[in-house]
């Protein structure tokens, strides 16, 4: 990162948490149907979240159970494509009594931010979105092409995800995907996952 968008970054740290907080806030629990309000209210502010920080062609696309949401910046000829991919979902919070917190109300404990999703996946799928906004607002550009795919039911199975990956080979066509879906190896060690294992829908 170059020193002037660490600086953005830096100066706007406050702005960034409160709108993470302000996702955080949104129930978007995929396994229960009268959560599908928030299911779509937290795929619109993903959808935001990448319209304000500059991406192109955003789009909520319906299915048959919960959105997707794209977009892409492809105006780096020659340069890579780096699909972003993450989750606005989260798991049920139960059992409530066992929560420190508030699980839907963000909480700053020690320097840590408490709240359902924080770590899986609305922190670090935002961080995308805020890193995409701070090359932006610093440079103007991205230095690589890059698309977003973001589903809303990575806790559920990713059913639709799979069925619109392949019946879109041409627009999610990329040269390396990013997920941060992961974990640390330790505290303050970063941490380069290189596999995953999971479901397979053929």
């Known amino acids: 990162m170059s020193q002037a968008t660490d600086a953005y970054v830096q100066k706007n740290q406050d702005r960034f948490l409160e709108e993470l907080k302000t996702f955080l806030r949104i129930p978007s629990i995929s396994t229960l149907p009268e959560n599908q309000p928030d299911i779509e209210r937290a795929a619109a502010f993903v959808a935001e979240g990448l319209k304000t920080a500059g991406m192109e062609n955003v789009e909520i696309i319906p299915t048959g159970r919960h959105p997707l949401v794209y977009a892409d910046w492809l105006h780096a000829p020659g340069k890579p494509t780096v699909l972003c991919y993450g ?86 066509k990329a040269d390396v995907a990013l997920v941060s879906d992961t974990a640390l190896y330790a505290p303050g060690i970063p941490t380069l996952c290189i596999g995953l294992r999971g479901l397979v829908y053929t």
């Open 87 to 172: 989750h606005y979902d989260v798991q049920p919070a139960d059992p409530i009594e066992l929560w420190d917190s508030p699980p839907f109300e963000p909480t700053i404990r020690n320097g840590n931010l408490y709240a359902r999703g924080a770590v899986d996946d609305k922190g670090q799928m935002y961080m995308h979105v805020k890193a995409i906004e701070a090359l932006f607002a610093v440079h103007g550009r991205l230095p690589v092409n890059v698309k977003f795919l973001v589903e809303g039911e990575e806790e559920v199975g990713g059913a639709s995800i799979s069925k619109y990956v392949a019946a879109n080979p041409a627009k999610l």
